[in-house]
């Protein structure tokens, strides 16, 4: 089974291409940096690297998505398959590559939050509840008194 699951940072916005043809679909491709758990690896250089540089591509409406509302900063959540695969550069050297297909894409964080680290949504608007009128701190509502019980929709 090739599945992988992934919750990072956006490193910059998408870019995002349009195929040709018929039917063009969107492409994007993002890059998440993913903190890595446990103790922290130490390269031989003496750096530390602390999070992972995973490309991500996104096909169609979840490419669209990303266009309008994926912006650097942003921490998101994706699932998909990874892919690999390989080309000659044009200095003749044979170049790996490694990349997660997004079969699914959210926002890992709520908008609130993500604005106060200075990465906001951008024109994303969330369809928002509005809080009831005459809630009280326990989640019920307050019936005014005088309201007899016969009147309640239960028993």
């Known amino acids: 089974m090739n599945r992988v699951i992934l919750m990072g940072r ?46 991500c591509v996104a096909f169609d409406r979840a490419g669209e998505f990303a266009e309008k509302y994926f912006r ?4 998101v959540l994706v ?7 390989s080309y000659t550069n044009r200095e003749g050297q044979k170049v790996y590559t490694t990349e997660v297909i997004v079969d699914d894409q959210e926002f890992a964080d709520s908008k609130n939050s993500s604005a106060s680290d200075g990465a906001g949504y951008g024109s994303y608007q969330p ?15 307050n019936i005014p008194d005088g309201v007899e019980d016969e009147g309640l929709p239960f028993n």
């Open 72 to 75: 650097q900063g942003m921490r």
């Open 127 to 141: 369809a928002s509840r509005p809080a009831p009128s005459a809630a009280i701190g326990d989640g019920f509502m």
């Open 10 to 55: 956006l490193t910059r916005d998408p870019e995002v291409r349009y195929s040709q043809g018929e039917r063009s679909i969107a492409i994007a491709r993002y890059t998440l940096a993913v903190d890595r758990r446990g103790r922290r690896n130490q390269n031989p250089d003496g750096d530390q690297q602390t999070a992972d540089f995973i490309t």
């Open 79 to 85: 699932s998909g398959r990874i892919q690999t695969g």
